[in-house]
């Protein structure tokens, strides 16, 4: 249920900056790397899919190591 008539639906995708997705992407590849070996493999697989996906968005911004 929404809270007030007109509100958006929580399904709308978030406007990233390229400066941002490239920190988000950093972000994410530091978590998936931190990741301990009894992660479910339904979240790696998720996280591994989104970080390709970011990839692609920016351009497959270099890794950094």
């Known amino acids: 249920m929404r809270a007030f008539e007109g ?3 929580d ?3 978030i406007k990233r900056s390229k ?3 490239v920190q988000l992407l950093k972000q994410l590849r ?3 790397a931190a ?3 009894t992660v ?3 979240i790696r ?3 591994a ?8 968005e920016v351009g497959g911004a270099p890794r950094k190591a």
């Not at 899919?49 to 692609?56: F, P, S, T, V």
């Open 49 to 56: 899919k989104r970080i390709a996906d970011l990839e692609k």
């Open 11 to 13: 399904n709308v995708a």
């Open 35 to 37: 990741l301990k070996p």
């Open 30 to 32: 530091e978590q998936f």
């Open 45 to 47: 697989t998720a996280m």
């Open 7 to 9: 509100q958006h639906s």
């Open 40 to 42: 479910a493999p339904g």
């Open 19 to 21: 400066d941002q997705k």
